[in-house]
């Protein structure tokens, strides 16, 4: 067998790497390569997994009972007096410990909510999408009536109404209400995905509707739901913030940070008593901007003309 010229092995390899260069990122590859080229958006990132870490496993070395229990003596403790890193609010109670159970219910409630609307959203999306015609004209006339109601002011009437009152309540009752806008979303980007030869060809063969849907057609929304699934997280968290704030949220002795944030609700405690109110605001404000930084990169790896690498 005769040996390859050294020349033509250079050249073969020199394709192939021209190749390589000019073959387009795929998959996992468009994300790092997005977020290698953005460090606000790493740093955003590697700051919410943190807080999410610290939210879930601080809580373990917290004894919640202790944490919850009112102690008039030590009203409203400076920071670092006592003990308290963070100080104490109006019922004796440590900030700090406040801070992070309130930081764990609140997005325990916000994720949970995200997950929930994005499934009935994209089951009932993907329906419209594919099939269209008459089924299509049903789901988005109840949906442009459900998205015409007030949604706070529903919410804040089945809270007052409801008498058995949990953070898995106020779950049901945001979820139930906030799915619109993930079906509107999901059944735009299916009708155009839907008129495509693969899903042509798919139905030609004889696949059932629910494997084409699953198989074929979600995963290439999989981008764009990704980008509004982040979004839609930092947004369940201020709708969630904002209900206990107004104390329509989560149930009395139940820390969350809207409840933090909401006791500066007197111009003593918000000119002289800052620690109280201040850490959770700021810790929102944080989550917010970060979280936004994050949802910016998936919109251009979304986007293949906004990418950046």
Same mark, same amino acid.
């Given at each position: 067998?005769?040996?390859?010229?050294?020349?033509?092995?250079?050249?073969?390899?020199?394709?192939?790497?021209?190749?390589?260069?000019?073959?387009?990122?795929?998959?996992?590859?468009?994300?790092?390569?997005?977020?290698?080229?953005?460090?606000?958006?790493?740093?955003?990132?590697?700051?919410?997994?943190?807080?999410?870490?610290?939210?879930?496993?601080?809580?373990?070395?917290?004894?919640?009972?202790?944490?919850?229990?009112?102690?008039?003596?030590?009203?409203?403790?400076?920071?670092?007096?006592?003990?308290?890193? @963070?100080?104490? /609010?109006?019922?004796? #109670?440590? !900030?700090?410990?406040? *801070? $992070? %159970?309130? +930081?764990?219910?609140?997005?325990?409630?916000?994720?949970?909510?995200?997950?929930?609307?994005?499934?009935?959203?994209?089951?009932?999306?993907?329906?419209?999408?594919?099939?269209?015609? @008459?089924?299509? /004209?049903?789901?988005? #006339?109840? !949906?442009?009536?459900? *998205? $015409? %109601?007030? +949604?706070?002011?529903?919410?804040?009437?089945?809270?007052?109404?409801?008498?058995?009152?949990?953070?898995?309540?106020?779950?049901?009752?945001?979820?139930?209400?906030?799915?619109?806008?993930?079906?509107?979303?999901?059944?735009?980007?299916?009708?155009?995905?839907?008129?495509?030869?693969?899903?042509?060809?798919?139905?030609?063969?004889?696949?059932?509707?629910?494997?084409?849907?699953?198989?074929?057609?979600?995963?290439?929304?999989?981008?764009?739901?990704?980008?509004?699934?982040?979004?839609?997280?930092?947004?369940?968290?201020?709708?969630?913030?904002?209900?206990?704030?107004?104390?329509?949220?989560?149930?009395?002795?139940?820390?969350?940070?809207?409840?933090?944030?909401?006791?500066?609700?007197?111009?003593?405690?918000?000119?002289?008593?800052?620690?109280?109110?201040?850490?959770?605001?700021?810790?929102?404000?944080?989550?917010?901007?970060?979280?936004?930084?994050?949802?910016?990169?998936?919109?251009?790896?979304?986007?293949?003309?906004?990418?950046?690498?």
């Amino acid at each position: 067998m005769a040996e390859n010229n050294p020349q033509q092995v250079i050249k073969e390899a020199a394709l192939e790497e021209q190749i390589e260069a000019s073959t387009p990122p795929m998959g996992w590859e468009v994300i790092r390569r997005e977020f290698a080229k953005d460090k606000l958006a790493i740093f955003s990132l590697v700051l919410i997994l943190l807080i999410v870490l610290v939210a879930i496993f601080a809580p373990l070395f917290i004894d919640q009972t202790a944490a919850n229990t009112v102690d008039i003596f030590n009203r409203y403790t400076p920071p670092g007096e006592k003990g308290y890193i @963070l100080g104490s /609010d109006e019922s004796g #109670r440590d !900030v700090l410990q406040q *801070l $992070v %159970l309130g +930081t764990r219910n609140s997005l325990l409630i916000a994720w949970a909510v995200t997950i929930i609307t994005a499934v009935i959203g994209t089951i009932i999306g993907l329906a419209a999408g594919y099939y269209g015609g @008459l089924v299509d /004209d049903m789901i988005m #006339r109840v !949906v442009d009536f459900l *998205l $015409v %109601l007030p +949604t706070i002011m529903i919410i804040i009437a089945v809270v007052t109404i409801v008498r058995s009152f949990n953070p898995w309540t106020l779950i049901i009752i945001i979820s139930l209400l906030g799915w619109m806008g993930q079906t509107r979303l999901v059944r735009t980007a299916s009708l155009s995905e839907g008129s495509k030869d693969y899903i042509h060809a798919s139905k030609t063969m004889g696949t059932r509707d629910w494997k084409i849907m699953l198989g074929s057609l979600l995963p290439n929304l999989s981008s764009l739901m990704i980008t509004n699934l982040t979004l839609s997280f930092a947004g369940n968290i201020g709708l969630e913030t904002g209900l206990s704030y107004l104390g329509f949220g989560l149930p009395v002795g139940t820390p969350s940070l809207g409840t933090l944030i909401g006791y500066a609700n007197s111009p003593d405690i918000i000119e002289n008593k800052t620690w109280v109110w201040l850490p959770a605001a700021l810790l929102v404000l944080i989550m917010m901007l970060a979280i936004n930084y994050i949802g910016q990169a998936f919109q251009r790896i979304a986007d293949s003309k906004q990418r950046r690498g």
